[in-house]
Each structure stands twice: as structure tokens, then as C-alpha cells.
């Protein structure tokens, strides 16, 4: 199993461009996940789905658009990008949280470094 | 609303050494809570994770107990390697009835183990 993979790996993008990035996951979870990742910040959910053809904002999802048309593939948008999207983007899944005390272990990609000119 | 506080790095240890990181947390309710590593060059992984009070969750040598009266869960570890060096993250989850059950991440600690 490949588990989550993530292309593209690297990108440069001038401001105003637009681009995509592709998660994949080959563990049949319902839910999929976005997080940016800046220094001194951790990560911050940007959007999140816990299902196909389901998307929800998380904390940072102003600039971004989600996409999950097939349960394995959570696209993120940068429709114009900004330099203050400037980041490293990691895709993360898992399985539904069952029940109150259920467990939400989150199975993460190896990232995508954005640089916005 | 949940949050989660972490001991600020760089830490910097020779090999050997005794690691503690601390990690506290405010949350509604009772979280299930979790301590990831990110490995250089990496994405994170689940490093080992507690459900309930005085639980002890425990992976390649690393601790922590959930502690309720005092919200903290600390990493702790009684000899570091110079492959632990990373980035470690304490993060919780949400556990009442109506959440999807997100985490919430504290800013991460990097640590690095010298020979």
C-alpha cells in the first residue's frame, strides 16, 4: 500500500497563478483532510471531507477551494494564488470517528512545498 | 474553544539523554490526545496516542500519561538516539457525540540529538 501520496512534491507559482494539488489514498477512509504547515504555527486545517462528495472549512479556509468527486482523491485550489500561501501542504486521512470516545488517528502524506513570487 | 500548548524549541540533547516535552491542553469534555513526529523531509506520523485519563500510551521507547487533573500529556523519553532527532506534535481530538473528531495541533518542538 502506498497509503496518502501527494504530487506534486514542489511548486513555484507567480501571484495570481492557479494550480491544484492531488491527495491520494489507497486505505478506503472516509475522511480526508487538508493542513497547511508554517513555521512557528503547526498545522492548520484548511478544509476537510468525511466523505464523497462532502467538503467542510476548517480553521484557514480563506484562498482555497476542495474538491472530493472519488473517495480516494482530495484535490486542493489555489484559484489565485497570494504570496502569503506560501507554505508546506500536507493531505492526511482516516477512518470515521465511531461514537464519542472513537479514535481519529489521522494517516498523513509527505507534503507539498508552495512557494508564491 | 480546544487548544493545545507545547513546550517551545529548539531542543538540544547529546545522545542518551533524558527528553522530556511538555504538551498541556484546554479542551471541552474528555480528548483523546496524540503525540506525532515528523521526521525531516517527511509527513507526520502517529507517534502513540491516549483515550482516557491515566492512560499511558507508549511507542519506540516514547511515553506520555494523560493526565487529567493537571491537562497535560508530556513526551517523555530515558535515552535518546540521533535518529530521534524531528519535530514532535502534541495534538487532541475532540470526543463528544456531534464531532467529527478533527485535531487540533500544538506548534510542534524540534528537537535534535547529538552524538
Known amino acids: 500500500n502506498a497509503g496518502v501520496t501527494q504530487t506534486p512534491k514542489f511548486r513555484v507559482l507567480k501571484t495570481g497563478q492557479s494550480m491544484t494539488l492531488l491527495c491520494a489514498q489507497d486505505?478506503?477512509?472516509?475522511?480526508m483532510y487538508w493542513y497547511r504547515q508554517d513555521p512557528g504555527m503547526g498545522l492548520r486545517l484548511i478544509h476537510y471531507?468525511?466523505?464523497?462528495?462532502?467538503?467542510a472549512k476548517g480553521e484557514v479556509p480563506d484562498g482555497y477551494n476542495v474538491s472530493r468527486l472519488k473517495k480516494q482523491n482530495f484535490l486542493l485550489g489555489l484559484e489565485s494564488a497570494a504570496p502569503s500561501q506560501t507554505s508546506v501542504y500536507f493531505c492526511?486521512?482516516?477512518?470515521?470517528?465511531?461514537?464519542?470516545?472513537?479514535?481519529?488517528?489521522?494517516?498523513f502524506g509527505p507534503g507539498t512545498r508552495l512557494t508564491v513570487l | 474553544g480546544n487548544s493545545v500548548t507545547q513546550m517551545e524549541g529548539p531542543v538540544t540533547l547529546s545522545e542518551e539523554a533524558f527528553l522530556t516535552i511538555n504538551c498541556t491542553y484546554t479542551?471541552?469534555?474528555?480528548?483523546?490526545l496524540f503525540w506525532y513526529v515528523q521526521y525531516p523531509g517527511e509527513g507526520l506520523q502517529l507517534l502513540l496516542k491516549?483515550?482516557?485519563?491515566?492512560d499511558k500510551g507508549s511507542n519506540k521507547g516514547f511515553e506520555a500519561t494523560y493526565r487529567k487533573e493537571t491537562t497535560s500529556f508530556h513526551l517523555e523519553k530515558g535515552s535518546v538516539q540521533v535518529s530521534d532527532s524531528a519535530v514532535y506534535f502534541c495534538?487532541?481530538?475532540?470526543?463528544?457525540?456531534?464531532?467529527?473528531?478533527?485535531?487540533?495541533f500544538g506548534k510542534g518542538t524540534k528537537l535534535s540529538v547529538k552524538p
Open positions: 492526511a486521512s482516516s477512518r470515521p470517528k465511531v461514537g464519542p470516545g472513537g479514535l481519529n488517528e489521522q494517516f
Open positions: 486505505m478506503n477512509h472516509e475522511y
Open positions: 471531507s468525511v466523505g464523497e462528495g462532502t467538503t
Open positions: 479542551a471541552t469534555g474528555y480528548p483523546s
Open positions: 491516549a483515550t482516557k485519563a491515566d
Open positions: 495534538a487532541l481530538s475532540d470526543n463528544y457525540g456531534g464531532s467529527q473528531g478533527n485535531l487540533i
